[in-house]
């Protein structure tokens, strides 16, 4: 059984940052391509950025590019949203994915098989 549990999140003022990470149980890690999604409240989940099996392909969303970074270490079986400069508009709760399939999971959250709990961000302005 596949687990992922979410680490990180928090209260934070506009402009500050937040590491979130997520620790994988259950698979060979490097074999799953990782995404971070988000969703706010009374909005659809929504695709953050992504990152292949082994970190050489990474994408992120056009509303987070450039402020945050998304890691992996396999020997850890972690991957890590690095956020900088928030804004009151990440405020979401922040979800890993992982994707046993493909070798990057693409942006669409039907594509991951696998989901943590979730972790709340909160941006005060």
């Known amino acids: 059984q596949v687990h992922l549990v979410e680490s990180g999140g928090g209260l934070v003022e506009t402009g500050g940052s937040l590491r979130l990470s997520c620790v994988v149980s259950?698979?060979?890690?490097?074999?799953?391509?990782m995404g971070w999604f988000r969703q706010a409240p009374g909005k659809e989940r929504e695709f953050v950025a992504q990152?292949?099996?082994?970190?050489?392909?990474?994408f992120y969303s056009d509303s987070v590019k450039g402020r945050f970074i998304i890691s992996r270490d396999n020997t850890k079986n972690t991957v890590s949203l690095q956020m900088n400069a928030l804004k009151s508009e990440d405020t979401a709760v922040y979800y890993c994915?992982?994707?046993?399939?493909?070798?990057?999971?693409?942006?669409?959250?039907?594509?991951?098989?696998?989901w943590g709990q979730g972790t709340q961000v909160t941006v005060s302005s």
């Open positions: 259950g698979r060979t890690f490097s074999n799953l391509a």
């Open positions: 994915a992982a994707d046993k399939s493909h070798e990057i999971g693409g942006r669409n959250p039907q594509t991951y098989d696998y």
């Open positions: 990152i292949s099996w082994l970190g050489g392909s990474i």
